[in-house]
């Protein structure tokens, strides 16, 4: 059984061709619960994000889903996605310390990501999420002499985006350098890398909206 929740856990669902599923099974009763004032509107994402329970529909959002979908949200930060069982909101630990994100755990699965518990049941990591891990390799990554090299080719007044958080694109904010790791347990809407202060030296690209919701001031770039 997979630790996420699945089509097939919500047979009356509609959805569209390819949703984007990845929030654990501990918060299916409260899909089930919305179900019925979604009704009939097309489903394209049910999953967590910064620790909470998100519906997305690419139907029209009435006041009577809208209000299904923030009350399952609400809910959500104070149910465990592992299980089901009591839990609230606080960061995911790393090595017993706040790692950044959030989840919303109950004290048993504090320190266990979905991703972690899918491995456990055998699915693995490329089954997991479709990826192969040997592909996480920093080596791999664009380097500053390569995207400065593409970067020459356009005007040098022309605006460049970086993505948003959820949706859109974002001016860029700052680049920082910084060292990282691969994240061989990261979800499907996880970075294959984090920071870490033993990892390889690298350069963050930072948007507005990426900055925003970092726990932590990004060092600033040497003059």
Request: with cysteine; charged share 25%.
């Amino acid at each position: 059984m997979s630790t996420y929740i699945q089509k097939s856990d919500l047979p009356t669902a509609n959805f569209t061709d390819h949703p984007r599923l990845y929030a654990g099974r501990g918060w299916l009763p409260l899909v089930l619960e919305a179900m019925p004032n979604i009704g009939t509107a097309l489903i394209c994402a049910i999953r967590e994000d910064s620790g909470l329970l998100r519906i997305e529909l690419a139907s029209t959002y009435t006041e009577m889903r809208k209000k299904a979908i923030q009350l399952a949200q609400a809910k959500s930060a104070t149910i465990c996605e592992i299980c089901g069982e009591p839990g609230h909101l606080r960061h995911e630990l790393k090595n017993g310390k706040p790692a950044g994100w959030h989840r919303t755990r109950c004290d048993q699965h504090i320190d266990t990501r979905t991703r972690g518990i899918a491995n456990v049941m055998g699915m693995g990591i490329t089954n997991a999420i479709g990826r192969d891990p040997a592909l996480s390799d920093i080596r791999t990554a664009m380097t500053a002499g390569q995207l400065i090299e593409i970067l020459s080719k356009y005007p040098r007044d022309l605006p460049v985006l970086v993505e948003g958080y959820e949706t859109g694109f974002d001016p860029i904010h700052s680049i920082v350098p910084a060292k990282a790791i691969p994240n061989p347990e990261n979800q499907e809407h996880d970075g294959e890398f984090e920071k870490d202060g033993e990892g390889s030296d690298c350069l963050l690209i930072l948007g507005k909206s990426e900055y925003r919701r970092s726990p932590s001031e990004p060092e600033k770039p040497e003059e």
